[in-house]
């Protein structure tokens, strides 16, 4: 490792248009495990509540690109959900950060996952938010530990906001292209 993180969990989160899981580490960020998986509308709300309770510093939210690196509408998605956890994060007086993380093909690897495990059709639509956050927190853990930095792009709640300048995203979190 390259550097030195703090201490403290981390919470992952892969946002869907209907449901939203949540995912956590533990306290030295080795593991990450499912939470739940939330109904979209009540799911900023409900991440803020676990970074309370966890004493969360970071929150990864999972960025769904194109294999070609190109953010459609989910991204929009994704990063609208980010930029409200932050402004609702924002009013507690804590530094949260929130950090925007690559996610290709997370959901496709959840699904073949849950199949290969023996869950089937709607049994595990039910998890499969879950398995994709808990996914998108796992890697998000895995650059932390080879580079020492945080992966992915800061959320700052204004442009210009010098309390969260702009961050690119660390070494390792931009992923190939597998087509």
Known sequence: ?????????????????????????????????PVQTVPRGEAVARVASEVAASGARVVMVG????????EGPAAGKARAFAAELVAMLSGTGDHIEVRLLDERLTTVSAHRALHDSGRRGRKHRQVVDQV?????????LD????????????????????????A???PGTQQEDSA
């Open 1 to 33: 490792m390259t550097g030195s993180l703090p201490r403290g969990v981390r919470l992952g989160v892969d946002v869907g248009d209907v449901r939203v899981g949540l995912a956590r580490s533990d306290l030295d960020g080795m593991i990450a495990t």
């Open 168 to 170: 690119p995203p660390a």
């Open 63 to 70: 960025l769904p690109r194109s294999l070609s690196g190109q």
């Open 132 to 140: 994709a956050a808990v996914m998108i927190l796992q890697q998000a």
């Open 143 to 166: 650059v932390e530990r080879s580079t020492g930095a945080r992966a992915g792009e800061l959320v700052r709640t204004e442009p210009g906001d010098p309390h969260h300048p702009p």
